[in-house]
């Protein structure tokens, strides 16, 4: 008998060293429960040879589409996640794609600037991703460098700031069509980057102001965290929690999986998602 597993999508680029990107969201699908589906929008290789510096090429705009097209053709998929987009031409052709169909929940890690990419191409980047993509988020989930991009704020530097870009971010986001409910989500990522002895994300729904904190694992950031918290968030929506709790199992997930990380030749190491186990069980 064939099964139906709840289904997970993303749309993000490829990471060759498997730490963050396409790879570390497929693997953390995976390890939720979901069954992971895959768009390609760029391929980032990290050159050893140059301070590991980033190396991005883009997928051409309509071999992202013909990708959508297959995906979407194949499964009845209601929930994506949005990675690294990286040009303004593939933000053209995602947003277009997002909007040709309805979704429960989009899910938008919004990568901003790429290592090695020119600064004027990146500012492109931001402001097409600011006026396409982020209306269509359902759930955003910038860090500290990302929401004070997004929020247009000067610096972020205590959770009182975190807040208000928090704020800020959701007064950009799109109003009620199409999701669930309608409610739309800012988690905005302190992570080691805020002082003091906690990871600290502020998750807030137009309305209420959510701190979470966990006890940070070192001071040091690696590499998919940010790729693995919004994976998760995606694959619990998938699998039909709300965004709340989602958000709250993703923190987990990225804790449990840095406890975890692996040791790599890069300057950094990346997270684990197969140490993963739920609480209690
Ligand atoms: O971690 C952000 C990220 C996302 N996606 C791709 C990346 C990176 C960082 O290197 O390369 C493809």
Known sequence: MPSTPPLAYVIAGSEATGGAGIQADL?????????????????????????????????????????????????????VKIGMLGTPATIDVVARSLASRPWRHVVLDPVLICKGQEPGAALDTDTALRAQVLPLATVVTPNLFEAKT??????????????????????????????????????????????????????????????????????????????????????ELAKGTDVPTAVRTAKDVVTQGIRARVAAHTPFDTVWQGAYAPQGA
Request: proline letters at 4%.
């Open 27 to 79: 693997k953390t699908f995976q390890q939720l429960g979901t069954y992971g589906v895959g768009t390609l929008t760029c391929i980032v290789s990290f050159d050893p040879e140059n301070d590991w510096g980033h190396r991005f090429v883009p997928v051409e705009p309509q071999v992202i589409a013909d990708q959508f097209g297959a995906a979407t053709a194949t499964h009845d998929l209601d929930v």
């Open 150 to 235: 997004l929020a247009g704020m000067d610096s972020v530097e205590t959770v009182d700031d975190l807040v208000e870009a928090a704020r800020r971010i959701h007064g950009r986001l799109g109003t009620t069509e199409g999701a669930g409910d309608g409610t739309r989500y800012v988690a905005a990522k302190g992570g080691v980057e805020l002082p003091g002895p906690d990871a600290v994300d502020v998750l807030y729904d137009g309305e209420h102001v959510t701190v979470l904190r966990t006890p940070k694992v070192g001071e040091e950031r690696v590499s998919g965290a940010g790729c693995t918290f919004a994976a998760a968030i995606t694959a």
